[in-house]
């Protein structure tokens, strides 16, 4: 088996500079999973045991966390601060806002430019900031026109309560209309090596350098299962088993090959699986297998 710690590519890198000036690395970690189940709804369950997680991620290289007003909702922003604040240097924290959650199955997006506006000075005050880094759209309300929640965030951003704005479930319509209001550092949307369905906002992100954040990155969509899954599955174990690793790390991998500008937030609530997740980024595929993996 291939030795797992090769050096990366002189062409490969493994960190990426959001709107230019926030340097990441590019396997960030996604806070989602730290909160109370079922439904990602109240406090974590082992508040303490979260918080030497995120401690340990950053510890270990981790300097991207993304969250959400939508996750708890509002406990796991609470639960970053208890954990990191006062942040280390470097350290970016991306939230996101425009969806109201009042309970478990309860998911609504509310994307009025009020709404926007309590929600950011809300996040602001349980992250313990002046100004958040990277504050995202969570998705676009079909109920407000898209110019109105944008043009709110471009106000937060120039008020300097928001570094950076972002967007997440959109289109590529939506992020030029979006580009003509404010300037788009990010965009976060569903795509993995099992769901491309997205390759073409990720492609037009990579043109324009704007950092592309993959969520579900190791979860196959509940709706796409079967064959073509457990095809995908087989090529993955194999090329795992010619690195000794594991499948995951694999899919992990291509994604930091796919695309420069992709950082990648793998959510998990053990310490042993970020540890797993970040030996991702060291893994050196080479043409043949890259090649393979994106023809699955």
Known sequence: MTDNTVKIDPTFSVSFQIAGDLNVNRLGYGAMRLTGQPGNFGPYSDWEGGQKLLR?????????????????????????????????????????????????????????????????????????????????LHRPDPKVPFAESVGM????????????????????????????????????????????????????????????????????HPLKQGAPLANAQGILASIANRHGVKPNQIALAWLLHRAPNIILIPGTTTIAHVEENIAAASIKLNTDEIETLNQM
Do not use: M
């Open 56 to 136: 340990r991620a950053v510890e270990l290289g981790i300097n991207f966390i993304d969250t959400a007003e939508a996750y708890g909702p509002g406990f796991n922003e609470e639960l970053i601060a208890s954990a990191l604040h006062p942040y280390p240097e470097g350290v970016v924290i991306a939230t996101k806002g425009g969806i109201n959650k009042p309970a478990p199955d309860d998911i609504r997006a509310d994307g009025r430019p009020e709404n926007l506006r309590w929600g950011c000075e809300a996040s602001l005050q349980r992250l313990r900031v002046d100004q958040i880094d990277l504050y995202q």
């Open 153 to 220: 965030l471009a106000t937060l951003k120039s008020e300097g309560k928001i570094r950076h704005v972002g967007l997440s479930n959109v289109t590529i319509a939506q992020i030029e209309q979006a580009r003509r209001i404010v300037p788009i550092a990010s965009v976060q949307n569903r795509f993995s090596i099992t769901e491309r369905d997205g390759e073409d906002v990720l492609d037009y992100c990579t043109k324009h350098a704007i950092a592309f954040i993959p969520y579900g990155s190791l979860g196959a």
